[in-house]
């Protein structure tokens, strides 16, 4: 198991150089968020009665409305969550049935492959749908408790003239990544087993919990090494799109073409690795 990082990454590495009908379904995934986004900022910019463009001052001008735009405001974050969740299920299924062996990502233009993928999704939405809303409520309420230290973290650093806010940024970003990626690994490996193993709901959640047991620093240090990088390649992307002015768009376009599919296949790459550990030290309690 000590070879869990390195193998890991290296597979995830070649499966992505494979597989580049992944990144096709990445950008998919891409149109779909940015349409949904789109669809949300005009809803609530129709509610609020101003240009709401999620950021900063968008927040202080809804709370310093009063009351009742504060508590619209966080049913809509709540509705948002959900809707996206319905988004989140769908695509999970897609990109981790796609990058199955004879999946949709070796072969984007086959017809056969699409029709699978579409029988699939049918059969398997509803399950997925009831994993994905409580692990992403989860996931909302921990950044929720994290945003405070996150604030005071950031204010002490800002205080610092020669800190650059990106860097800033930066640090803030990826002490929350880590902390979210330890809770992630005791039970982010339901999905594939959902989806490769296609059990109950439940069944994946206590499975995870098994299949991890003993090799939390293992796991945890693979994917913190893959967050690591992903800053360090968003930093970089950040830094580019402010300079061309289109910051926000780079670092979408990045994130949902290139590091969602990759982070799937690793996702992927760790549930079988483990998968075969336990086979091959006759450990029958995580079969």
Request: with cysteine; charged share 15%.
């Amino acid at each position: 198991m000590k070879n869990i990082l390195k193998k890991s990454i290296k597979e995830t590495y070649q499966l992505g150089l494979k597989k580049p009908g992944i990144y096709f379904l990445g950008f998919l995934f891409f149109f779909a968020l940015s349409l949904y986004l789109f669809l949300i900022t005009a809803i609530m910019q129709h509610f609020f009665d101003f240009p709401f463009n999620w950021d900063s001052y968008s927040i202080n001008y809804i709370v310093g409305k009063g009351w009742l735009h504060i508590s619209l405001l966080f049913l809509m974050v709540f509705l948002n969550t959900i809707i996206f969740c319905f988004i989140g299920a769908f695509f999970t299924l897609v990109f981790f049935h796609s990058i199955k062996k004879d999946g949709l990502a070796e072969d984007i233009n086959s017809y056969l492959k699409w029709k699978k993928l579409a029988k699939f999704i049918s059969e398997g939405y509803i399950k997925m749908l009831l994993l994905f809303i409580p692990f992403t409520l989860v996931f909302l309420i921990v950044t929720l408790m994290l945003s405070l230290p996150s604030v005071l973290l950031w204010g002490v650093l800002a205080q610092s003239t020669q800190v650059n806010q990106l860097v800033i940024l930066f640090i803030v970003g990826l002490l929350d990544s880590l902390i979210l990626s330890g809770i992630f690994l005791k039970i982010g490996f339901s999905f594939p087993i959902l989806v490769y193993e296609k059990r109950e709901v439940i069944e994946s959640l206590k499975r995870s919990e098994r299949l991890t047991k003993g090799f939390f620093i293992e796991i945890w240090t693979t994917i913190t090494f893959f967050m690591f990088i992903v800053f360090v390649s968003n930093f970089l992307v950040s830094y580019v799109g402010m300079l061309l002015g289109y910051m926000t768009l780079l670092q979408f376009l990045f994130n949902s073409i290139l590091v969602v599919p990759l982070g799937f296949i690793l996702t992927t790459r760790i549930y079988l690795n483990l998968k075969e550990f336990a086979y091959h030290k006759n450990a029958p309690q995580v079969r």
